[in-house]
């Protein structure tokens, strides 16, 4: 007969806040490409992230880098002339400005015609729905 009380329970060695940290920075903040080299589960990376500060502080700080690092690039192809560039910065920073794009839809019912609609407003005083209104 095995003794399960007096046997060890299999546990995996824990990973320093250290190696962590070493490896999101190895890796800009790739959470993903960092807990491969830690040797450990994407879930780790994050649960360090949520329960150290100082890992967090160097996850944010990588990614940070990263946003710059991208835009950047985004305002290099700016300067180069790229039309896509200056499009989607126009779009996304200068929206006040109308740099928008507009999207219509036209929404029909069956075969092109109309939506027909119910819209209840709630029980009148008598406690019934004779307050409901229908739209064809």
């Known amino acids: 007969m095995i003794d399960h009380k007096n046997k060890p329970m299999c546990k995996q060695p824990r990973i320093s806040k250290e190696k962590i940290i ?12 960092a807990a491969e080299m830690a040797g450990c589960s994407v879930a780790t990376v994050y649960n360090y992230i949520n329960k150290y500060p100082e890992v967090a502080e160097a996850a944010n700080h990588q990614n940070g880098m990263m946003g710059d690092f991208a835009e950047g690039k985004l305002f290099e192809a700016i300067k180069n002339g790229d039309a896509w560039a200056i499009a989607f910065y126009l779009k996304t920073k200068h929206k006040k400005r109308g740099y928008v794009e507009k999207i219509e839809n036209e929404i029909t ?11 209840i407003i709630g029980p009148d005083e008598d406690g019934d729905n004779s307050n409901d209104t229908t739209g064809d």
Do not use: E
């Open 109 to 119: 019912g069956s075969n092109g015609g109309p939506i027909k609609t119910r819209i």
């Open 22 to 33: 070493a490896a999101l920075i190895a890796k800009r903040g790739l959470v993903y490409l």
